[in-house]
């Protein structure tokens, strides 16, 4: 079987160069258009007598308009077949399948909502708080995981799943 691909500027939900086979582009394109996003936040901010830290936690929530037939898509190596939720980063990985054919275009995403939770903590009181939930929201926690005093893991949980996670150790 033979396979034409295709890649050409897209600018939606999505924007950037998209690589698909040509006989599905377009259907493809409708996908990542009809795709709402939603964008949560987490922010821890840490304050201490001789700082000031911050670390940010992003997760995005895609829901398709519909499930492909022909073809499958995957975005940040979360296959997209109803709603999904993927760590967010710029630049975000789009993989399309088709048959045995696969192509990968890296994408912005335009979010259509942008949801934040900020939470503003001192040193001592995140040390003492291993394993706790600090921030919730719309079904989501934000856990903190102390390794020392200092050493921190952010983590995005949905449903007890991870999601996202990130790394703040303060230094002094």
């Given at each position: 079987?033979?396979?034409?691909?295709?890649?050409?500027?897209?600018?939606?939900?999505?924007?950037?160069?998209?690589?698909?086979?040509?006989?599905?582009?377009?259907?493809?394109?409708?996908?990542?258009?009809?795709?709402?996003?939603?964008l949560y936040a987490f922010e821890a901010?840490?304050?201490?007598?001789?700082?000031?830290?911050?670390?940010?936690?992003?997760?995005?929530?895609?829901?398709?308009?519909?499930?492909?037939?022909?073809?499958?898509?995957?975005?940040?190596?979360?296959?997209?077949?109803?709603?999904?939720?993927?760590?967010?980063?710029?630049?975000?990985?789009?993989s399309v399948e088709f048959g045995q054919?696969?192509?990968?275009?890296?994408?912005?995403?335009?979010?259509?909502?942008?949801?934040?939770?900020?939470?503003?903590?001192?040193?001592?009181?995140?040390?003492?708080?291993?394993?706790?939930?600090?921030?919730?929201?719309?079904?989501?926690?934000?856990?903190?995981?102390?390794?020392?005093?200092?050493?921190?893991?952010?983590?995005?949980?949905?449903?007890?799943?991870?999601?996202?996670?990130?790394?703040?150790?303060?230094?002094?």
């Amino acid at each position: 079987m033979t396979v034409t691909m295709r890649t050409a500027p897209i600018n939606g939900t999505f924007s950037g160069n998209l690589t698909a086979p040509s006989s599905i582009f377009e259907k493809v394109v409708r996908f990542l258009n009809g795709t709402n996003t939603t964008l949560y936040a987490f922010e821890a901010m840490v304050i201490g007598e001789r700082l000031n830290a911050s670390i940010t936690v992003y997760v995005l929530k895609l829901v398709p308009p519909f499930v492909p037939e022909k073809f499958n898509v995957t975005i940040n190596a979360h296959p997209v077949n109803g709603t999904v939720i993927v760590p967010y980063a710029s630049g975000i990985p789009v993989s399309v399948e088709f048959g045995q054919f696969e192509a990968t275009s890296y994408l912005e995403v335009h979010p259509e909502n942008v949801l934040k939770a900020i939470g503003s903590f001192n040193e001592s009181e995140l040390d003492n708080l291993n394993g706790s939930t600090v921030l919730t929201l719309n079904g989501f926690r934000f856990v903190v995981q102390v390794s020392r005093p200092g050493n921190y893991t952010f983590i995005v949980f949905h449903n007890g799943t991870e999601v996202s996670a990130g790394g703040l150790e303060l230094r002094r």
